[in-house]
């Protein structure tokens, strides 16, 4: 039994139109190949490494706050840092 890759090949022009298209071929493990003025380009689609880890936006230096012993509160000044009551 022999498994038979599809290549597609496409001009400048069709390729521009059809990029969507090209894309999602590649991404299936077909060949793709873009041909202008008899240079013979492939298209191959390539997985990403696992996203990295961002950094925090905002570093708990309290650890009170951590344990979320304080919340915001809206008054007539704006919002302050108020403790939370224990339960």
Same mark, same amino acid.
């Not at 961002?54 to 708990?60: G, H, S, Y």
């Given at each position: 039994m022999y498994i038979v890759h599809m290549t597609k090949r496409y001009s400048v022009a069709h390729a521009r139109r059809r990029m969507a298209e090209m894309l999602d071929s590649a991404e299936r493990g077909e060949a793709v190949i873009i041909e202008r003025k008899g240079v013979r380009f492939q298209l191959v689609a390539t997985k990403n490494k696992a996203p990295r880890a961002? *950094? @925090? &936006? &905002?570093?708990? &230096?309290? @650890? *009170?706050v951590d344990r979320g012993d304080w919340t915001w509160a809206e008054g007539a000044s704006g919002l302050t840092f108020v403790g939370r009551k224990r339960r």
């Open positions: 961002r *950094a @925090p &936006v &905002v570093e708990i &230096v309290d @650890p *009170a």
